[in-house]
């Protein structure tokens, strides 16, 4: 052994004896002096309960450590603590005294009172207060279930409470490094994402992207703003050209990022294989030079394009040379590189609720974005389809990326935004995600990543989003997720790797980041469940898009306006 504490508790009847004697011989004191009336009255509520002798001995490999651990304990007990030092040759002298169970003779606990711990049971758990670890720094031994040590966090809002009933508070602080859940499907993510929502709402303004509807249908109630994609009664065009200021250099750098970002999308919403460059191009051409002519940039806009420059209808003509050669070239390429993009903007071009909702942006965030404010957007991927779903999903994210990118250039007061995304898989290469991951700060743009198992994502986002979380909570998981995560905190690894996979429903082991001069465990905690009934709420008006499609040969080629178009039946009888 190197140190160890070893505690007895024995119930000692002898106890009561010497407690009875002392009644008598106080209660004869008591009625000249109230000194002796107030121990008394202690004496009788101490024999009400059975009473326990106590022996504590600490085991050292060091004399000198053994004296410090001695001197520490005397500090940190509510009791009078004596101990003696013997010095032990052998493993089987230790052995003996450990397994020698206490003994009290009347006559030795009348004449050494000073000598022997005494304790009813409801004050037992006053022998020693234990030191608190976000304060004295102490080891928790392995092989024990996690320590019930919880934050401390006295402005925090209450989440739930561990299995001794320790209550479990958080602070938005503790969010501002985002939020990673994973769990599998009834471990209760939904119960642990509500109660985050509800209860972390008076000091945020809140974003809910649920692309299943039970938990939006639930909170309809609550929510300030209710959007339905199915309908749609809001307008968030992701090809639109983010405002990120007034000077020509600002409109270079929009067109640049606007690109790059929807590039991406295609990438994904498109299933783009490396080997489709002629695609890639044609639409990185066509989007700088519809970009060039107007800020709100539509799939119809982009299909109609595409549509006339293969059919040649469009005769276009720029002033940019270099731009000028770039339109040439895509002109020129065959037909199947044109059919190859149509065929897969088709879709969303033509799907009414796409073509609707995103023929403009309606969502003004500079007006709605306040504290206490929670923005719920129902998006139900089973009526809508994964491609439009994640769409709208990607479009949401980017405009609220936009917005804050926008108010940090303008100096502009950062109010906390907290983005829930359920289902974050669909949406987690997005470049705007692992920018705010990385950047939370900067943007004021905090992220809660839900999902249920670790191979939904690639290695290396899943090592990108836990180093850029700082509050986690792993509910129940199995197989090859629980190795994963047990390393999350190596000195408990045995405890994880046995608590995780039976875990109840709506437990969690909460993973926080300590701040300066704290330390952190892991700790299991039972989330609050807050009760909410889906509740039938009508949709909020005034943000309902106009979904009025542009006739392409006006603005891109606008002296047409102009010509009168010819009458093949008028030629025919003139000519």
Same mark, same amino acid.
Do not use: C
């Given at each position: ?104 003779s ?17 004050g ?80 945020a ?35 639109a ?8 250099? =600002? #409109?270079?750098?929009a067109? +640049? /990022?606007? &690109?790059?970002? %929807? $590039?991406?999308?295609?990438q994904? @919403?498109?299933? *783009? ?17 519809l ?23 469009l005769?276009?003509?720029?002033? =940019? #040379?270099e731009?000028?050669? +770039? /339109?040439? &070239?895509?002109? %020129? $390429?065959?037909?199947?590189?044109? @059919?190859?993009? *149509? ?28 504290p ?9 991927k ?29 100096? *502009? ?45 690639p ?20 197989g ?12 408990f ?43 039938k ?39």
């Amino acid at each position: 052994y190197k140190r160890q504490m070893f505690l007895w508790f024995k119930l000692e009847p002898n106890l009561k004896e010497v407690h009875y004697w002392k009644l008598n011989k106080i209660q004869k004191l008591a009625s000249t002096s109230e000194k002796h009336k107030q121990y008394l009255q202690q004496l009788r509520e101490k024999v009400k309960e059975p009473l326990y002798l106590i022996k504590l001995y600490l085991f050292d490999s060091d004399r000198r450590r053994l004296k410090f651990t001695a001197r520490e304990l005397q500090a940190y007990s509510n009791l009078r603590l004596s101990f003696e030092i013997p010095l032990f040759k052998a493993n089987k002298d230790v052995i003996k005294i450990i397994n020698t169970p206490p003994k009290l003779s009347l006559i030795y606990a009348f004449f050494n009172e000073k000598k022997w711990i005494h304790l009813p049971r409801s004050g037992i758990q006053q022998l020693l207060v234990i030191p608190d670890p976000n304060v004295i720094p102490i080891g928790i031994g392995r092989g024990s279930p996690l320590p019930d040590v919880v934050p401390e966090r006295p402005n925090g809002v209450r989440i739930g409470v561990t299995d001794s009933g320790k209550e479990v508070k958080i602070e938005l602080k503790d969010m501002e490094r985002h939020t990673y859940i994973i769990g599998m499907t009834g471990a209760g993510k939904t119960t642990l994402m509500k109660t985050l929502i509800l209860r972390m709402k008076p000091y945020a303004f809140e974003i809910l992207l649920d692309p299943h509807g039970d938990v939006s249908d639930e909170l309809a109630g609550d929510a300030d703003y209710f959007f339905d994609a199915y309908i749609p009664n809001f307008g968030v065009n992701p090809l639109a050209l983010p405002k990120l200021g007034d000077t020509k250099e =600002d #409109r270079i750098r929009a067109i +640049d /990022l606007a &690109v790059s970002h %929807n $590039l991406e999308i295609f990438q994904k @919403l498109f299933k *783009l294989p490396e080997n489709a460059p002629y695609v890639r191009y044609i639409l990185e051409v066509v989007l700088r030079y519809l970009y060039s002519k107007d800020d709100n940039v539509t799939f119809a806009d982009l299909y109609n394009t595409v549509t006339g420059l293969m059919s040649d209808e469009l005769d276009i003509d720029v002033d =940019d #040379r270099e731009f000028q050669q +770039d /339109l040439e &070239v895509v002109k %020129n $390429l065959n037909d199947t590189s044109f @059919l190859s993009v *149509l065929s897969r903007i088709s879709p969303y071009a033509k799907n009414f609720v796409l073509k609707k909702m995103t023929s403009e942006n309606t969502i003004d965030w500079m007006k709605i974005v306040k504290p206490g404010k929670l923005a719920v957007f129902k998006i139900q991927k089973g009526a809508l389809g994964s491609g439009v779903g994640f769409l709208t999903m990607a479009a949401i994210i980017m405009s609220i990326y936009f917005y804050s990118f926008l108010r940090a250039k303008l100096g *502009l007061e950062r109010i906390p935004i907290i983005v829930y995304i359920d289902e974050f898989q669909n949406v987690a290469d997005l470049e705007a995600i692992q920018t705010i991951l990385s950047e939370s700060r900067k943007y004021g743009v905090h992220l809660v990543l839900a999902h249920q198992y670790e191979k939904q994502l690639p290695d290396d986002l899943v090592d990108a989003v836990l180093g850029n979380t700082g509050l986690k909570f792993i509910m129940k998981i199995q197989g090859t997720d629980v190795s994963r995560f047990t390393k999350l905190d190596p000195a408990f690894e045995d405890e994880l790797k046995e608590l995780l996979p039976s875990l109840e429903v709506g437990s969690a082991v909460m993973f926080i980041t300590p701040r300066p001069g704290e330390k952190s465990v892991p700790v299991k905690v039972n989330i609050d469940r807050i009760e909410t009934k889906a509740v039938k709420v009508e949709p909020t008006r005034g943000f309902e898009p106009k979904g009025k499609e542009k006739n392409m040969k006006d603005l891109l080629v606008p002296v047409l306006k102009y010509i009168k178009k010819p009458d093949p039946l008028l030629q025919r009888i003139w000519y």
